[in-house]
């Protein structure tokens, strides 16, 4: 890779695993291996003094020190509370998460010998402006300029859907170790297009290894016939979690394995059966199947009612189970794809299309009046000029070029408002502007009334759900999420139920701007929402500068 060739690397940034990778002189997207020639690094941290080690050393030294050791750090992004506590100081899952980050980066500096400095980072479709903002901060906080954050289903879509020619709808069906993901997308005429996401970031390979752990456990106390829990032990469930994942791996291939389990001085040995396993995991399958049905009942809504492929992403689709279930579920053609570096791949893509449009962007803002070649030159003539500047072949850039792509909103947006205020019946309920699986960018307007005369001010509550209608009753809904507030001054005089207009606007990573209007007087009052309860821009910084004084191992 030349010292010169500008890239912007695709960064997975997984719940288990984590792999980064480029686009490469001949326009392919290379997963670049770490240091111990690995090309996914295992997201587990160590904290060992100064010194912060991450991947397969940190997963293995877990047994001697799971007090130091922190994995599964991804299903704890935008968690406003949660904190790991190491040596009497708390650290946020923004802060943890950056050290995997800078793991990945040094070992492909390493490795390519340039500096890595633009990247584009993945993250699970379902994910809201708290996880979302949190996974920028990361990497801010790993020193890095984060372009954009790209839904992980539509990243393998991308990779996908660079190398089939075909038109086509297609179920990407991704099951990492931490997360699930359910996203339908069209591949029509070179535009690659989100239809419809479902899916839970608590469910994933890991909670596979759990039932695997909880077998293991009861018949260590059915051999022994001990009342022990051999779980109760950090040191014990340690090693069956590590066991458990080696276990579930070989019954891909096998039909049945043992497993040695020792707690206690006594020993055990345990054969797990692939029927066996099957049965144990049986619900978490069903939870996919439902996800699936629900996904699928969305994307019919709004007219697709004909799917033609499902695409396994993730290294949990290896497990027989999940093939056969989806064959027998949905009668779907299966294709298992790249499961472990199709993310990576399309991230990577991404932030080269990304450097495509940055540069045709400069080349049309050439002042008025002034003559070039450039604002003469056809579009092909400037397509091969980036290629130049990008150091990529003309095809590539051409098939980028051509490539567009719409992603959708993963949660709904609206506001708090009261209805029936004029009656005994009066309430407040959560009214959706935006609503979950509408494509991006997003644009809504809405004319609410003010509730008295003479009102001074408008307080616009804005909040963020799962919930796919318009109307939302509070006390029905547990899971709404307040984002903050707006307070739109109002001029004196207004009777009651005057016209107050409010605009919803989302951008592409599904970053939300909110204005409140008064049209009589034309004040307005406005507000870009992002994570509210997270790290603070002061503790962005803290963590900087603490950052600045960690080795990354």
Same mark, same amino acid.
């Given at each position: 890779?030349?010292?010169?060739?500008?890239?912007? =690397? @695709?960064?997975?940034? !997984?719940?288990?695993?984590?792999?980064? &990778?480029?686009?490469?002189?001949? !326009?392919?997207?290379?997963?670049?291996?770490?240091?111990?020639?690995?090309?996914?690094?295992?997201? $587990?941290?160590? =904290? %060992?003094? /100064?010194?912060?080690?991450?991947g397969e050393e940190a997963k293995n030294s877990a047994l001697l020190s799971p007090e130091a050791v922190v994995e599964m750090i991804k299903r704890h992004m935008g968690e406003a509370n949660w904190r790991f506590l190491y040596e009497g100081k708390e650290y946020a899952p923004e802060e943890i998460s950056s050290y995997i980050l800078r793991k990945l980066v040094a070992d492909a500096e390493e490795a390519l010998g340039v500096p890595v400095q633009d990247v584009v980072i993945t993250c699970p479709a379902y994910f809201g402006i708290a996880q979302r903002e949190a996974t920028v901060r990361a990497g801010e906080i790993a020193g890095l300029t984060v372009h954009e954050i790209i839904n992980e289903p539509t990243a393998a879509a991308i990779t996908y859907g660079l190398q089939s020619a075909e038109n086509q709808v297609v179920l990407v069906y991704d099951l990492g170790g931490g997360t699930f993901d359910i996203t339908i997308i069209e591949i029509k005429d070179s535009k690659i297009s989100v239809i419809a996401t479902g899916g839970d970031h608590t469910l994933g390979g890991r909670n596979w290894d759990e039932a695997i752990v909880g077998y293991l456990a009861q018949q260590w106390q059915a051999e022994t016939s001990s009342l022990e829990d051999p779980t109760d032990s950090p040191e014990t469930l340690q090693?069956?979690?590590?066991?458990?994942?080696?276990?579930?791996?070989?019954?891909t291939a096998r039909k049945s394995t043992k497993v040695v389990v020792t707690h206690g001085g006594k020993t055990v040995k345990v054969t797990l059966t692939r029927d066996k396993f099957d049965e144990l995991t049986a619900g978490l399958l069903d939870r996919t199947a439902l996800f699936t049905k629900m996904t699928m009942d969305e994307a019919r809504k709004r007219g697709y009612n004909n799917f033609d492929l499902v695409l396994l992403v993730g290294g949990s689709t290896r497990m027989p189970q999940i093939s056969a279930r989806l064959e027998r579920e949905f009668g779907l053609p299966l294709r298992i794809f790249? #499961?472990? %570096?199709? $993310?990576?791949? !399309?991230?990577?893509?991404?932030?080269? /299309?990304?450097? =495509?449009?940055?540069h045709l962007k400069e080349k049309q803002?050439?002042?008025? @009046?002034?003559?070039?070649?450039?604002?003469?030159? &056809? +579009?092909k003539q400037a397509h091969l000029e980036i290629a130049r500047a990008l150091g990529l072949p003309d095809e590539a850039v051409e098939k980028l070029a051509s490539t567009e792509i719409t992603n959708v909103t993963s949660h709904s947006f609206g506001v708090i408002v009261t209805i029936d205020f004029q009656t005994s019946r009066e309430r407040e309920v959560a009214e959706n502007l935006v609503l979950v699986n509408d494509p991006l960018p997003a644009f809504r307007m809405h004319t609410y009334g003010t509730l008295e005369a003479d009102q001074e001010i408008v307080e616009l509550r804005i909040i963020e759900n799962g919930q796919e209608s318009e109307i939302v009753e509070l006390e029905e809904f547990q899971e709404l999420e307040e984002l903050g507030k707006i307070i739109l001054p109002l001029p004196p005089g207004l009777p009651a139920? +005057? #016209?107050?207009?409010?605009? =919803?606007e989302l951008d592409r990573q599904g970053i939300l701007h909110v204005t409140g209007r008064e049209p009589k007087s034309g004040a307005t009052s406005d507000a870009t929402f992002e994570a509210r309860g997270g790290i603070t821009a002061e503790e962005v910084q803290e963590a900087k500068v603490r950052s600045s004084k960690i080795t990354i191992l």
């Open positions: 890779m030349s010292n010169q060739q500008k890239t912007i =690397f @695709g960064i997975d940034l !997984g719940t288990t695993y984590s792999c980064i &990778s480029y686009i490469d002189q001949h !326009g392919n997207a290379v997963i670049v291996p770490n240091k111990e020639h690995q090309l996914t690094t295992p997201s $587990v941290v160590l =904290f %060992e003094g /100064k010194q912060r080690i991450v090693d069956l979690w590590l066991k458990a994942e080696r276990a579930k791996r070989s019954l790249e #499961p472990d %570096e199709a $993310v990576a791949r !399309g991230a990577a893509m991404y932030g080269q /299309k990304l450097l =495509f449009n940055q803002a050439v002042p008025a @009046g002034t003559a070039t070649i450039d604002q003469a030159a &056809s +579009a139920n +005057a #016209p107050i207009e409010v605009t =919803f």
